[in-house]
């Protein structure tokens, strides 16, 4: 912090003989140069702070991560078979998966593959509101179906 006595230099100020201005007049010039450079200093570390490379990744901070993924598939015609969106999913976040938006609350299908989505494979039924949580890499991945027309499901990337 700035060594700047402001009531020293007011009293000295004050008291000043004729002919004592020079030496007043240095010690403010000395105190105002030691606070532009702590300002500066100081400056520079905000600047430095707010600066983000754009080559640069972002980090995790306190668990969490700034961005989010959400993504909705629609199954606009039941027992056809429709592909999850090409989306990565980064290391160690999990896939929710939400049944959405049906006023007649049809089941749906939710599978690993076209096969078993359209069968009675290795599938996951689900109802209106029903959750499932995957951690796959890929939303490609997964394959959706339902009872009903325009059936939606909500896909989210969740840490």
Do not use: C, Y
């Amino acid at each position: 912090m700035v060594n700047w006595n402001a009531a020293r230099l007011l009293e000295t100020a004050a008291q000043a003989q004729p002919g004592s201005g020079p030496e007043l007049l240095m010690d403010i010039a000395e105190n105002i140069a030691i606070f532009a450079g702590e300002v500066k200093e100081s400056l520079e570390r905000i600047e430095s702070l707010l600066k983000t490379p754009v080559s640069e990744e972002r980090k995790v901070t306190n668990g969490s991560r700034p961005e989010a993924i959400i993504r909705r598939v629609r199954v606009t015609s039941s027992g056809t078979a429709t592909q999850g969106p090409d989306v990565m999913v980064p290391e160690g976040v999990a896939t929710v998966i939400r049944q959405r938006r049906h006023t007649t609350s049809p089941n749906g299908r939710i599978a690993l593959n076209e096969r078993d989505v359209s069968s009675t494979g290795s599938r996951i039924e689900t109802v209106n509101g029903d959750t499932v949580v995957l951690v796959i890499t890929n939303w490609n991945k997964i394959w959706f179906d339902s009872d009903a027309d325009d059936t939606d499901f909500e896909l989210i990337a969740e840490q």
